[in-house]
């Protein structure tokens, strides 16, 4: 059985800053590429930012220059720490593994965390 499990979320005034973390655990060899998703009220979920097994980023426009994502390999965790946060940055960030080889030879597909809600106070 595989989990996503994500902390870090919370409220802090505009200009602020937190860290989100999302562990995966289970049996798992290998994760392909890790991200992080987030959904407003009344809008859809969009992408935030992604990181392959490489080290590769891509970051949504809005967040270029105050988001960073990175992640541990050797825990299977991804990070985001999100600098000169603003109003509109509220959303309920979503942790995703896009693919993962498991330690019983298979494939696993788009694994979601439960989310964690970012508050931003103008």
């Known amino acids: 059985q595989v989990q996503l499990v994500e902390s870090g979320g919370g409220l802090v005034q505009a200009g602020g800053s937190l860290r989100l973390s999302c562990a995966a655990s289970?049996?798992?060899?290998?994760?392909?590429?890790m991200g992080w998703y987030r959904q407003a009220p009344g809008k859809q979920r969009e992408l935030v930012a992604v990181?392959?097994?490489?080290?590769?980023?891509t970051y949504a426009d809005s967040v270029k220059g105050r988001f960073t994502i990175s992640r541990d390999n050797a825990k299977n965790t991804v990070y985001l720490q999100m600098n000169s946060l603003k109003p509109e940055d509220t959303a309920v960030y979503y942790c995703?593994?896009?693919?993962?080889?498991?330690?019983?030879?298979?494939?696993?597909?788009?694994?979601w965390g439960q989310g964690t809600q970012v508050t931003v106070s103008s």
């Open positions: 289970g049996r798992i060899f290998s994760i392909n590429t």
């Open positions: 990181i392959d097994s490489g080290g590769s980023t």
């Open positions: 995703n593994v896009d693919r993962m080889y498991l330690q019983n030879k298979r494939w696993a597909s788009d694994y």
